[in-house]
């Protein structure tokens, strides 16, 4: 099975409206490793790592968001391995602090 490790970075309504969240619950429900983090930028930035199916599928459920949201922009791009290391000690998936 082929692998990705995906960098996204999201623009629009997508902070105060449970973004970040909504992306931890679809990472999580196709166990894929990462992390979500707001930007001071109003952006939200993430980083997926797993089987294919599963990254093209979590990155598709972030075009659309929860509907509160409203994405503008989406950019996808490879990300470095070591990006994954800015995950919390111990999870898969973290919900990371503002940058």
Known sequence: MSEAIR????NGRVQGVGYRYFVEREAQSRDIEGWVRNRRDG??????????????????????????????AL????????MLKLRDAGERFSVLQTV
């Open 75 to 82: 950019r996808d791009e490879p990300a470095n391995p070591d």
């Open 43 to 72: 952006s939200v930035e993430a980083v997926f790592a797993g089987p294919v199916e599963a990254v093209t599928a979590v990155i598709a459920a972030c075009r659309r968001g929860p509907s509160p949201a409203r994405v503008e």
């Open 7 to 10: 960098h996204v970075t999201v």
